[in-house]
């Protein structure tokens, strides 16, 4: 290699090197999580599943990646560790179905405290279609009755991120 030539392969590798970074960057933040907040209505079914709506906030939103609000329904409910009388596990998958079509499922870990009436869980993103094929996220919750006497739904809040 001659001398001459050593200075402009050295700019050239930075250069290259630099728009390498430049095009890592730029690909992370285009994933980079956003903030999402989902507030769910639901209305107990004895006679099958349970059912709601939701309305979804927060950049996620402003930023096309979820939809604005929709229908939801509970596909599954599976109750554990309720035998020491103090607290249960509740694993809930729910589908989401946007107004404008699509839909995304959620399953969300409850963890209901009988001595305090509080209940909280977790959720993750499981899958969806359409534009939501792609969706990942997750986050923690909590939910309160909805004011009925008798309860005959609850109200669940999602804070988290989606990407």
């Keep these: ?13 930075v250069l290259a090197a630099s728009l390498a970074l430049v095009t890592v960057i730029g690909s992370v933040s285009a994933g980079s999580p956003q903030q999402v907040e989902i507030v769910s209505h639901m209305n107990f079914n004895p006679d099958g599943p349970n059912f709601g709506d939701f309305d979804a906030s927060g950049a996620a939103v402003e930023s096309g990646l979820i939809c604005a609000s929709g229908s939801v329904v509970d596909t599954g409910i599976i109750f554990a560790g309720f035998q020491n009388g103090r607290s249960a596990q509740i694993l809930v998958r729910k589908t989401f179905t946007c107004d404008e079509g699509g839909t995304f499922f959620v399953k969300i870990q409850v963890h209901l405290d009988f001595e305090t009436s ?12 359409g534009a939501y094929t792609n969706l990942h996220g ?21 804070t988290g991120f989606l990407h």
């Design 1 to 13: 290699m001659s001398r001459s030539n050593r200075p402009a392969r050295v700019i050239a590798a």
């Design 118 to 129: 509080t209940e909280s869980f977790t959720w993750v993103v499981t899958g969806g279609t």
């Design 138 to 158: 997750s986050g923690g919750g909590t939910t309160v009755g909805d004011g009925s006497d008798p309860q005959t739904g609850n109200i669940n809040t999602y």
